[in-house]
């Protein structure tokens, strides 16, 4: 799977859209890009996913690069409750392993 | 409600002891996987099992060992043999055959061996 490249953390105000961005240079024709979250010391919740188009669900919305070499999370108005650490993952195919990073740690401030 | 339980929450044991991790769910899902974590990293595979009495190990298998007898159950045991076995240990379940990766997490167990 390709590697992905995520900031370590960041910092949002309540109430306003948090855009957490995202590199994956080596990703493959082939590999969709997963969003998942864990609050801490729980079990990590899927967000998200795409593999060129941008998506939108309930939760969250994916923007991914015409040239899919990164993408962005957006959280259109961020709760206290998604103070989080963000994970950023490639993953396709056959091979249905994820493999997380560190992830970005998203702290949302009243 | 449908969902992965893992038991227990917190789990002690001496050094030397082996120790079985629990984890059950009726989602109905195919696919269970084990995974480890340690204070400020991400999550690492242990075993995963796409079908009943079958599995495979992951990325860091040594010291750990895992059946899959039932459809719903997939318990990890942690041997002797795991040098570090403190850590947090998640089991999560897919429903094999679609074509995204969308796992399902339990709430975990932390594991403290003294």
């Known amino acids: 799977d390709a590697k992905t490249t995520q900031p370590p953390s960041m910092d949002c105000a309540e109430g306003r859209a948090a855009n957490l961005p995202c590199n994956h240079s080596t990703i493959s024709g082939n590999e969709y890009v997963y969003w998942y979250r864990q609050i801490h010391s729980q079990g990590p919740q899927y967000i998200i996913h795409?593999?060129?188009n941008n998506e939108t669900n309930e939760m969250a919305s994916l923007i991914i690069t015409e040239d899919r070499k990164s993408s962005t999370l957006i959280l259109p108005h961020a709760t206290l409750r998604d103070t989080a650490v963000y994970y950023c993952i490639v993953s396709g195919g056959s091979n249905y392993k994820l493999t997380f990073g560190k992830g970005t740690l998203l702290t949302v401030n009243p | 409600d449908g969902g992965i339980t893992q038991s227990p929450k917190y789990l002690f044991r001496k050094e030397g002891q082996n120790v079985t991790l629990s984890c059950e769910q009726n989602?109905?899902?195919?696919?269970m996987y084990w995974y480890r974590q340690d204070p400020g990293q991400g999550l690492r595979l242990i075993y995963y099992s796409q079908i009943v009495n079958d599995f495979q190990k992951g990325d860091i298998a040594e010291g750990y060992s895992v059946s899959r007898e039932k459809k719903e159950s997939f318990p990890l045991t942690v041997t002797s043999a795991q040098k570090n076995p403190t850590a947090f240990y998640l089991c999560?379940?897919?429903?094999?055959?679609?074509?995204?990766?969308?796992?399902?997490f339990g709430p975990g167990t932390r594991l403290t061996v003294l």
């Open positions: 795409g593999l060129k």
């Open positions: 999560a379940s897919r429903l094999a055959g679609g074509r995204y990766n969308e796992q399902f």
């Open positions: 989602l109905n899902h195919d696919a």
